[in-house]
């Protein structure tokens, strides 16, 4: 609005030339918005595998599957407590205590279960004798 012809003939010239810069044209915007959207969904793709392979492997299960051994190992009696194989005797009693309160019989637990933990714990602190009960 109020640009004469003279103007007008003026700005065309230095556009044509390269003197005057043109605002980048919007015919780009489709382009960059595909593109952003191929590259959401590559990475949520590669996310959800990378999820479905966490959740296929043992570190992503709350409860270790399987039964006892006929004999009770460090690594299983470790697995019952809840506690490293090295853990030190005071530790071992402890957690000890701390399981057996929560799966005692007297307060509804089973006898299988206590037997077991009372297991794992003399197997942890190398006492013979009570691994021998058999249920």
């Known amino acids: 609005a109020g640009v004469s012809p003279a103007q007008r003939q003026a700005l065309l010239c230095a556009r044509r030339a390269g003197a005057l810069r043109?605002?980048?044209s919007r015919a780009y915007t489709p382009l960059v918005v595909g593109v952003?959207?191929?590259a959401a969904v590559l990475l949520l793709r590669?996310?959800?595998e990378a999820y479905a392979k966490w959740a296929a492997s043992p570190a992503s299960r709350?409860?270790?599957e399987g039964g006892f051994a006929d004999k009770m190992t460090r690594r299983e009696a470790a697995q019952?407590?809840?506690i490293r194989e090295s853990a030190k005797p005071?530790?071992?009693k402890e957690v000890h205590r701390k399981v057996m309160l929560a799966n005692h019989p007297d307060a509804g637990g089973s006898d299988y279960v206590a037997s077991k933990i009372n297991e794992a714990?003399?197997?942890l602190l190398n006492k013979k004798g009570r691994s021998s009960i058999q249920f």
């Open 22 to 24: 043109v605002a980048p």
């Open 36 to 38: 952003g959207v191929a």
């Open 46 to 48: 590669e996310a959800g």
């Open 62 to 64: 709350r409860y270790f």
């Open 80 to 82: 019952i407590l809840g």
């Open 90 to 92: 005071a530790r071992i």
């Open 121 to 123: 714990k003399d197997v």
